[in-house]
Protein backbone atom coordinates (compact mmCIF):
# COMPACT_ATOMS: atom_id res chain seq x y z
CA UNK A 1 0.00 0.00 0.00
CA UNK A 2 3.25 2.21 0.46
CA UNK A 3 3.67 2.15 -2.83
CA UNK A 4 0.15 3.13 -4.54
CA UNK A 5 -0.15 6.37 -1.47
CA UNK A 6 3.68 7.13 -2.84
CA UNK A 7 2.69 6.92 -6.39
CA UNK A 8 -1.21 8.80 -5.80
CA UNK A 9 1.11 11.24 -3.07
CA UNK A 10 3.65 12.08 -6.55
CA UNK A 11 0.74 12.67 -8.73
CA UNK A 12 -1.56 14.92 -6.58
CA UNK A 13 2.00 16.98 -6.04
CA UNK A 14 2.29 17.19 -9.85
CA UNK A 15 -1.48 17.98 -10.66
CA UNK A 16 -0.81 21.14 -7.92
CA UNK A 17 2.20 22.07 -9.97
CA UNK A 18 0.26 21.93 -12.93
CA UNK A 19 -3.07 24.11 -11.78
CA UNK A 20 -0.38 26.68 -9.67
CA UNK A 21 1.34 27.08 -13.09
CA UNK A 22 -2.28 27.57 -14.63
CA UNK A 23 -2.20 24.58 -17.18
CA UNK A 24 -5.26 22.71 -17.23
CA UNK A 25 -4.01 20.72 -19.96
CA UNK A 26 -1.54 19.13 -17.40
CA UNK A 27 -4.01 19.14 -14.79
CA UNK A 28 -6.42 16.83 -16.97
CA UNK A 29 -3.76 14.45 -18.00
CA UNK A 30 -4.08 13.12 -14.05
CA UNK A 31 -7.61 11.55 -15.16
CA UNK A 32 -8.81 8.37 -16.88
CA UNK A 33 -10.16 9.16 -20.18
CA UNK A 34 -13.56 8.39 -18.73
CA UNK A 35 -12.91 10.05 -15.69
CA UNK A 36 -15.72 11.94 -13.92
CA UNK A 37 -15.80 15.22 -12.12
CA UNK A 38 -18.09 16.34 -9.57
CA UNK A 39 -17.58 20.05 -8.51
CA UNK A 40 -19.09 21.43 -5.60
CA UNK A 41 -22.52 23.54 -7.13
CA UNK A 42 -22.35 22.11 -10.17
CA UNK A 43 -23.36 19.28 -12.17
CA UNK A 44 -21.36 16.20 -12.98
CA UNK A 45 -18.84 16.82 -15.55
CA UNK A 46 -17.47 13.67 -18.00
CA UNK A 47 -14.49 13.19 -19.67
CA UNK A 48 -11.02 14.79 -19.94
CA UNK A 49 -11.98 17.18 -22.02
CA UNK A 50 -15.08 18.68 -19.76
CA UNK A 51 -12.56 18.46 -16.92
CA UNK A 52 -10.19 20.54 -18.19
CA UNK A 53 -12.38 22.89 -18.90
CA UNK A 54 -13.79 23.19 -15.45
CA UNK A 55 -9.79 23.44 -14.43
CA UNK A 56 -9.66 25.74 -17.09
CA UNK A 57 -12.42 27.86 -15.85
CA UNK A 58 -10.55 27.60 -11.80
CA UNK A 59 -7.29 29.45 -13.44
CA UNK A 60 -9.93 31.71 -15.28
CA UNK A 61 -11.48 32.60 -12.04
CA UNK A 62 -7.88 33.34 -10.05
CA UNK A 63 -8.09 30.67 -7.96
CA UNK A 64 -4.14 30.46 -6.70
CA UNK A 65 -1.80 28.78 -3.95
CA UNK A 66 -3.79 25.62 -4.80
CA UNK A 67 -2.51 22.60 -1.81
CA UNK A 68 -3.43 19.05 -1.19
CA UNK A 69 -2.48 16.90 1.41
CA UNK A 70 -3.58 13.47 1.06
CA UNK A 71 -5.49 11.33 4.65
CA UNK A 72 -6.19 8.46 3.85
CA UNK A 73 -5.44 5.60 0.96
CA UNK A 74 -7.05 2.43 0.72
CA UNK A 75 -6.47 0.38 -1.75
CA UNK A 76 -8.69 -2.31 -3.49
CA UNK A 77 -6.86 -4.00 -6.13
CA UNK A 78 -6.79 -1.30 -9.37
CA UNK A 79 -8.47 0.49 -7.45
CA UNK A 80 -7.71 3.20 -4.86
CA UNK A 81 -9.87 5.92 -2.45
CA UNK A 82 -8.33 8.88 -1.29
CA UNK A 83 -9.39 11.12 1.37
CA UNK A 84 -7.58 14.65 1.80
CA UNK A 85 -7.89 18.40 2.57
CA UNK A 86 -7.33 20.95 0.05
CA UNK A 87 -6.95 24.68 0.17
CA UNK A 88 -6.46 27.85 -1.87
CA UNK A 89 -7.52 31.46 -2.03
CA UNK A 90 -9.30 32.86 -4.61
CA UNK A 91 -10.32 37.09 -5.19
CA UNK A 92 -11.91 38.39 -2.34
CA UNK A 93 -13.46 41.76 -1.19
CA UNK A 94 -11.58 45.10 -2.39
CA UNK A 95 -8.67 43.58 -4.54
CA UNK A 96 -7.87 40.86 -1.24
CA UNK A 97 -7.76 37.31 -1.37
CA UNK A 98 -10.02 34.71 0.37
CA UNK A 99 -9.14 31.75 1.79
CA UNK A 100 -10.73 28.56 1.26
CA UNK A 101 -10.04 25.48 2.86
CA UNK A 102 -12.07 22.04 2.08
CA UNK A 103 -12.19 18.45 1.86
CA UNK A 104 -11.79 16.34 -1.06
CA UNK A 105 -12.30 11.98 -1.78
CA UNK A 106 -11.02 10.56 -4.95
CA UNK A 107 -11.25 7.47 -6.73
CA UNK A 108 -7.94 6.53 -8.35
CA UNK A 109 -7.59 3.50 -11.28
CA UNK A 110 -4.35 2.21 -12.00
CA UNK A 111 -4.31 2.32 -16.07
CA UNK A 112 -2.64 -0.50 -18.31
CA UNK A 113 0.64 1.20 -17.83
CA UNK A 114 0.34 1.03 -14.19
CA UNK A 115 0.09 4.56 -13.81
CA UNK A 116 -2.05 5.83 -11.01
CA UNK A 117 -5.20 8.26 -12.54
CA UNK A 118 -8.11 10.42 -10.74
CA UNK A 119 -11.32 8.42 -12.12
CA UNK A 120 -13.76 10.19 -9.56
CA UNK A 121 -13.16 13.37 -8.13
CA UNK A 122 -15.44 14.73 -5.45
CA UNK A 123 -14.61 18.07 -3.37
CA UNK A 124 -16.25 20.61 -1.34
CA UNK A 125 -15.26 23.67 0.59
CA UNK A 126 -16.19 24.45 4.35
CA UNK A 127 -18.46 27.48 5.08
Avoid at 29 to 51: N, W
Avoid at 71 to 82: L, P, S
Avoid at 107 to 127: E, G, M, P
Amino acid sequence: MTTVRGSIEANIKMLVASLNGGDAVGVAAHYTDDAALLPPDAGRIDGREGIQGVWQGLIDADIRDVAMNTQEVDVFGDVANEVGTISATAPGANGGRAQLSGKYVAVWKCCDDDTWRLHRDIWNFDA
